[in-house]
Nanobody, 122 residues
Framework: VQLVESGGGSVQPGGSLKLSCAVS????????LGWFRQAPGKEREGIAMIDRDGTTRYAAFLKGRFTISKDHVENILHLQIHSLKPEDTAMYYC?????????????????WGKGTLVTISS
């Protein structure tokens, strides 16, 4: 499984970003997908995940500003973020596992992308 993130950048507070993760697998392999982030000096934390049936789950602290989705044709995972705040500054990682992701257990993730940096600054 290979995961390649894109879409990060520097944005002013209140702006929006759409992150993407191109998912590649060898053979007929299905995985559970999600997004995590890690701010400077902090532990990696789960943001959102999407089950193979399309069910989505979000971390409770996000308060509706994040939307996870998947383009099944192109096999790309997206994360739309609105009303960005300085505290959203972090490296955002695409994650995949052969079992349902637990947003509270990044150590259980099987595959990670290299991340895409999001910086919120005025």
């Amino acid at each position: 499984v290979q995961l390649v993130e894109s879409g990060g950048g520097s944005v002013q507070p209140g702006g929006s970003l759409k992150l993407s993760c191109a998912v590649s697998t060898v053979g007929y392999v299905t995985v559970y997908l999600g997004w995590f982030r890690q701010a400077p000096g902090k532990e990696r934390e789960g943001i959102a995940m999407i089950d193979r049936d399309g069910t989505t789950r979000y971390a409770a602290f996000l308060k509706g500003r994040f939307t996870i989705s998947k383009d099944h044709v192109e096999n790309i995972l997206h994360l739309q973020i609105h009303s960005l705040k300085p505290e959203d500054t972090a490296m955002y990682y695409c994650a995949a596992s052969h079992w349902p992701l637990n947003l509270g257990r990044p150590e259980a993730v099987d595959y990670w992308g290299k991340g895409t940096l999001v910086t919120i600054s005025s």
